[in-house]
Nanobody
Framework: QVQLVESGGGLVQAGDSLRLACATS????????MGWFRQAPGKQREFVAF????????LYADSVKGRFTISRDNAKNTVYLKMDNLKPEDTAVYYC????????????????WGQGTQVTVSS
């Protein structure tokens, strides 16, 4: 049984930082590309960042580039999203997702999803 469990969300002020974690089980993590997506109220789910199996390929959405950092620890089967200089527009439910082999920006390409963690940034 595949499980992805996000943690680390919360309520912060603009300019603060958070680190999200996504612990996985039941899949071959080292063969999985991992992505982070977010969905704000009334909006479609959007791509935030992805990281390849080895960590050698990383891509960010323009809206978070320079503020967010994705990383992975293959020994712990966990992917992280460090979020700095948070803005109110970053408020959303953040989801991690996994797919085998190749990372993409398209949420529909990801087979496995976590339940999401709420991030709220106040101004």
């Amino acid at each position: 049984q595949v499980q992805l469990v996000e943690s680390g969300g919360g309520l912060v002020q603009a300019g603060d930082s958070l680190r999200l974690a996504c612990a996985t089980s039941g899949l071959t993590f080292t063969n999985c590309a991992m992505g982070w997506f977010r969905q704000a109220p009334g909006k479609q789910r959007e791509f935030v960042a992805f990281i390849s199996m080895s960590g050698g390929r990383i891509l960010y959405a323009d809206s978070v580039k320079g503020r967010f950092t994705i990383s992975r620890d293959n020994a712990k089967n966990t992917v992280y999203l460090k979020m700095d200089n948070l803005k109110p527009e970053d408020t959303a439910v953040y989801y991690c997702a996994a797919r085998y082999v190749t990372p993409t920006m398209n949420s529909q390409d990801y087979r496995y999803w976590g339940q999401g963690t709420q991030v709220t940034v106040s101004s």
